[in-house]
């Protein structure tokens, strides 16, 4: 079966068919203590069965020069040099990448244990949380490098740590973040030039005099200085009171809308109540209509098949 699906012998890993095979070995050798080479023994392509061989070839040659580079840096840790950019030069230099082999020998029953802690050509995935990356285990330290979803520490010394790619969300809010100009600063430097934390500046635009604000009095539009915003508020009085007046009528006339469509809705209450009250009367006089024909009809019974058994037999 291994040798049919496989192509390669069970023991010693090398492309073998039936043709091949001689009745030369007892059949004790094939269990037990049987020495075996690791199952990541043969790398090198030329000796992958036809199909697989094919596949992995075309599977290298889709990708372009840039992601082969990126592949071997980043997966296998190469050193390429800088002025290196031709996919053939690649393409070879992964080929030689994977011409190795594990040198591993052993008795069958440590291959499960080798290759689930020891072999460095094993295929395993990468420990980051979030990474879907399988690669072999002696490529793991170097993907490590250049995973996206390595552990790296918020660089505004907040104390978080997260997975990289998270890293630019975080920072984009991180209270600890640093660089920050109070919005009171001009674009020629003029205002308030003070600068810190995202956290400081928020606290320090709440009180800031060169900081713009909106002025609080309604139906006004006007936008200024905090430290003019007083000035403001005496020079436009007349102006905010009348603003004020036009505020509260719109308010005023809304309250009528609301009244009126309030009164509508109670009519319309009333309305549907003096129809159900007259369906539930309508209901009632059928209710009662029924008991006493029911009534009725129980009499009727009782009178008729009233007396004595022969006689009810003989009426009836």
Not at 18 to 37: A, D, F, I, S, Y
Request: aromatic share 4%; proline share 3%; glycine share 8%.
């Amino acid at each position: 079966q291994n040798i049919g699906g496989n192509r390669s012998c069970p023991s010693c890993r090398f492309p073998t068919n039936v043709g091949k095979l001689v009745r030369c070995r007892p059949l004790e050798n094939l269990v037990g203590m049987l020495q075996t080479r690791c199952a990541n023994a043969v790398l090198d392509t030329s000796e992958l069965p036809a199909p697989a061989k094919r596949a992995k070839t075309e599977e290298h040659e889709k990708m372009t020069a840039a992601q082969l580079r990126k592949k071997l840096v980043q997966e296998h840790g190469l050193k390429i040099a800088p002025g290196a950019t031709r996919k053939e030069d690649f393409l070879a230099l992964l080929k030689q990448h994977h011409a190795s082999g594990c040198g591993w020998v052993g008795a069958i029953s440590g291959l499960s244990s080798h290759l689930a802690a020891d072999c460095m050509l094993e295929t395993v995935p990468c420990s980051n949380a979030g990474c879907s990356a399988t690669l072999q285990r002696r490529d793991l330290e170097n993907h490590g490098m250049y995973c996206d979803f390595r552990q790296v520490p918020c660089r505004f010394s907040c104390g978080a740590t997260l997975a990289l790619v998270s890293r630019t969300s975080h920072e984009s809010k991180c209270m600890k973040a640093t660089g920050f100009f109070c919005s009171g600063t001009t674009s020629h430097g003029g205002g308030c030039k003070l600068t810190g934390t995202r956290e400081e500046m928020i606290k320090h635009q709440e009180t800031c005099p060169e900081v713009k604000v909106k002025c609080g009095s309604p139906g006004c539009t006007t936008t200024c200085k905090r430290s003019a915003m007083r000035a403001h508020m005496e020079e436009a009085c007349e102006t905010h009171v009348e603003a004020a007046k036009e505020v509260v009528g719109t308010y005023q006339k809304e309250v009528e809308g609301l009244r009126k469509k309030n009164a509508e809705q109670k009519k319309k209450i009333m309305e549907l109540s003096a129809t159900l009250a007259t369906r539930n009367f309508t209901i009632s006089s059928h209710n009662a209509a029924i008991n006493r024909i029911s009534n009725q009809l129980e009499q009727a019974r009782d009178e008729g098949f009233g007396g004595s058994d022969d006689e009810s037999e003989s009426d009836y």
